[in-house]
């Protein structure tokens, strides 16, 4: 079992920029890709990037130069710099882990962004 906790979500205005926190525990040396989604109100859920334990990252293309992902192995957390936030990016966002070799997915409570014009 992997525990997901997010923190750093809140109200930010356009042009702003918040870093998001998702720590973990448990079974994390099974834990192979975290990485973040997110689903605004009336949508999917989608993907917004991924980080493997190697380091090999990956975003959504539409999101790229603005949001950076990256992890502490130490401290078991992957973070998510958003910059230069806009109303769009208005969402709850998740913070996902994937295990291997036995998939699984775990998800985090969710964290509330809202981004003001």
């Known amino acids: 079992q992997v525990q997901l906790v997010e923190s750093g979500g809140g109200l930010v205005q356009a042009g702003g920029s918040l870093r998001l926190s998702c720590a973990a525990s448990?079974?994390?040396?099974?834990?192979?890709?975290m990485g973040w989604y997110r689903q605004a109100p009336g949508k999917q859920r989608e993907l917004v990037a991924t980080i493997t334990t190697g380091g090999s990252l990956s975003y959504v293309d539409s999101l790229k130069g603005r949001f950076t992902i990256s992890r502490d192995n130490a401290k078991n957390t992957v973070y998510l710099q958003m910059n230069s936030l806009k109303p769009e990016d208005t969402a709850v966002y998740y913070c996902?882990?994937?295990?291997?070799?036995?998939?699984?997915?775990?998800w985090g409570q969710g964290t509330q962004v809202t981004v003001s014009s």
């Open positions: 448990g079974s994390i040396f099974s834990i192979n890709v």
């Open positions: 996902n882990a994937v295990t291997f070799p036995r998939r699984h997915d775990y």
